[in-house]
Structures are given as C-alpha cells and as structure tokens.
C-alpha cells in the first residue's frame, strides 16, 4: 500500500500588507511575534514565515538586530522550519530586504517570482480609522507602486541564498511567474526540487476563484512536472476555501495574519494558531495527515536546522 501523502502547513505569522490599525490580534513586537511562532507551531504548522516590525511604530523593517530576537526563541522552542522574508515591503529596496537571509541563512526563504502592481489600496475603505499616519501613506501609494523583482534581483537572491544552503519558497502572484521560474531553473539558478507558492487574492495578481487556482496548479503541472512541491495562500476571505480546493488537488496549504486577518465571516482570527487549527480541521477532514517539521525539510530537501546562522 502506498504510503499517505502528508500536507505542509506553513504560517505566516505577521507582515506588510496588514497595519496594526486593522486588528488588535496582530502580532508586532519581536515577543509577540515570536510567541506566535511557538504556538501556531504547536498547532501544527511545520513551517513559520516571518517578517518582522518596528516594536514602537508597527511599521514592517528588515532590520537584523529585530529579527535576532524573534529567532533564537522560536528556534529554542520548537523544530520548525523558519521561513525568512525578501520580499519585506514593496516600499523597501531589494537590498533592504534581503538583508535577513543574508545574514541568519535560514533553511527557506520567500522569493517572489516576478514584479507585479500590488494593490492595497482597497483596504482604506474598509475601516473608518488608523492608530498611525504611516498606515494611511502605506496603502495609498500602493495605487502607484510596482512591488520590483526582476530578473537580475532574483538572480543574486537565488545565488547568494545558494552559497549558504538556503533554499525557496517561490511566490508566484500570476501564471506569468510560473514561467519565470522556469527560466530560471533551465539557467541553472535553482536545481531540485521546487517548492512552489501560489498567491490568490493580491490586486495585480491572479485571482481568487476555483478556476484561477486549477489553472495555476495545470501550468504548473506543466512546467515542473513532478519536481515540486505546491501550496497556496488565498487573501483574506478566500484563505480557508482555496487551502481546502489545493489539499483535495495534492498540495499543501499556507495560513497566517499576513495573508488574512480573519477565521470566519465578521470574525478575526485572535491569533495564528487558531487559523493553523481550524486548517488542521479541514485537512483532517479530508483524511489527510498533517507534515511534521522533519518531513517536510525531507520534502523540499532543506539543509537542517543545525546549519543555520541563528
């Protein structure tokens, strides 16, 4: 008999697109954060991706010295993979953003696949007030911003990740990045297996509806065969429905108050682990059996918590 095939829970415990204003669960200091990371691994998630912010402002920062008090505790505290960000905020240079994985060599990292318009401005309608001034300034410009990954900024990401054992999670907003990927792979800036993140809900990406995410997970069918991993983020209220349609599909799942504040229609999520329980929940439902931390660094062949610079 075949063995059961095991789903990877990453969560996402805090970043750009969301303000503090937005929710009171959002986690913001380097504790809280980190305390979020402990729980929702302790609900499930083998992997935890983070970002990281001012602890006085809210304000999203790539700033070492912050990460370097989230790290150690969450790595003392659980065997979860740690997934660190550069992408950052789409306000930041690529420089900036790479700037934690540079440093700490953690065993995955993000990597958006291609540039994209990122629209977060909708969300100025959706709430009457905002605890900061830079909240209101951060989604306004994002009518006028295109978040930038090129060709040349993925390359000396993917080179400099390569030279400390980091591999990706590549985030593809649109079918335009599956192919970028590709690329990328034929010109031998990305070997093995690929673990690929397929984002649904962004304005300016793919979106969010069942035949959006069939046609993504087709192209990618396409053009990797079966040398990747999937899984899918749905923004907002799509997160759950979409996490559900790419499990029954063969692919794995990403929670998280970065891609959505909330748990259920008019209610917010009062913390990470409850999202990564209720997926849990959905997973299991399916009769599918939820990756530990050991398997799913087997599965995207990962170099080892050991090997880290944290």
Avoid at 172 to 187: A, E, F, P, S, V
Wanted: proline fraction near 5%.
């Amino acid at each position: 008999m075949a063995s059961q095939r095991k789903v990877i829970i990453t969560c996402a415990l805090t970043g750009a697109i969301h303000t503090p204003s937005m929710s009171p669960h959002l986690p913001v200091t380097p504790e809280e954060i980190a305390e979020a990371g402990i729980a929702a691994a302790e609900a499930g998630a083998a992997i935890l991706h983070l970002h990281a912010r001012d602890p006085h402002s809210g304000k999203p920062t790539q700033d070492p010295a912050v990460f370097e008090r989230i790290l150690p505790r969450i790595k003392s505290a659980t065997d979860a993979v740690v997934n660190l960000t550069t992408g950052g905020s789409p306000h930041m240079s690529v420089e900036e953003r790479m700037r934690p994985a540079i440093e700490f060599k953690p065993e995955l990292a993000s990597l958006n696949m291609g540039s994209i318009n990122f629209g977060l401005f909708p969300m100025l309608k959706r709430y009457d007030s905002f605890q900061h001034e830079w909240e209101v300034e951060h989604l306004e410009k994002s009518r006028d911003l295109v978040f930038k990954n090129t060709f040349a900024d993925i390359e000396k990401t993917m080179t400099l990740g390569a030279e400390s054992g980091t591999r990706f999670e590549c985030e593809c907003y649109d079918i335009g990045h599956l192919y970028n990927l590709r690329n990328l792979m034929d010109r031998g800036f990305i070997d093995g297996r690929v673990f690929v993140q397929s984002v649904f809900g962004i304005l300016g990406g793919i979106g969010p509806h069942a035949e959006d995410v069939l046609h993504m997970r087709r192209t990618a069918n396409r053009l990797f065969g079966s040398d990747y991993e999937w899984s899918v983020l749905g923004a907002g209220s799509h997160q759950m429905r979409i996490a559900a349609q790419s499990a029954a599909m063969g692919g794995h799942v990403r929670v998280g108050l970065e891609d959505s504040l909330w748990l259920a229609p008019g209610k917010l999520a009062e913390s990470n682990a409850s999202q990564v329980t209720k997926v849990r929940k959905i997973l299991e439902g399916l009769s599918l059996e939820i990756a530990t931390p050991d398997e799913a660094r087997e599965m995207l062949q990962l170099k080892g918590a050991d090997k880290v610079g944290f």
